[in-house]
């Protein structure tokens, strides 16, 4: 990872990016200002978020050994503090699955990493994406969080 990662320091919390992919072409500040608005629905105290761009071998072990589930993913979100201290969280995101979903749903990589970004944060947040009503209400979330990132 990177010695000093650009952060986004918020009246709530920092947040921070890292690559684990040199050559990876992302907007990070974009990124960083939609998983702000994300972070914004947390309602308790938050301390440090971490976006963490990987490839698909890393997240796909990640996925293994976590979840015990074989095969990549998007995004997996890990809450580091126990519930009565501020925030502090980590957030996977998968560069390999972004492109092919960027591709899928037809937007810019960077649109779909910040989208990854929110989505994270909301997970860290208390939100869930099991349930049809869940995800509809996720995606409502993530994407007022692009909107505001793009007001940034």
């Not at 709530?12 to 702000?36: M, N």
């Not at 502090?88 to 960027?102: K, M, P, S, T």
């Amino acid at each position: 990872m990177n010695d000093k990662p650009p952060s986004r320091k918020r009246a709530r919390g920092t947040l921070e990016f890292y690559s684990e992919i040199p050559q990876a072409r992302v907007r990070k500040d974009f990124a960083l200002a939609c998983a702000g608005a994300a972070m914004r629905r947390i309602p308790a105290s938050v301390n440090t978020i971490r976006l963490v761009l990987i490839g698909d071998r890393k997240m796909a072990k990640l996925h293994r050994d976590f979840l015990n589930i074989r095969g990549t993913t998007d995004v997996l979100t890990f809450t580091l503090s126990e519930p009565e201290e501020a925030l502090e969280g980590e957030i996977y995101i998968c560069l390999d699955q972004a492109r092919r979903q960027a591709k899928h749903y037809r937007v810019p990589l960077y649109h779909e990493v910040a989208r990854l970004a929110a989505h994270g944060v909301l997970h860290l947040a208390g939100f869930d994406d099991h349930s049809e009503r869940e995800r509809t209400e996720m995606r409502k979330h993530e994407d007022a969080a692009l909107r505001a990132g793009r007001a940034a």
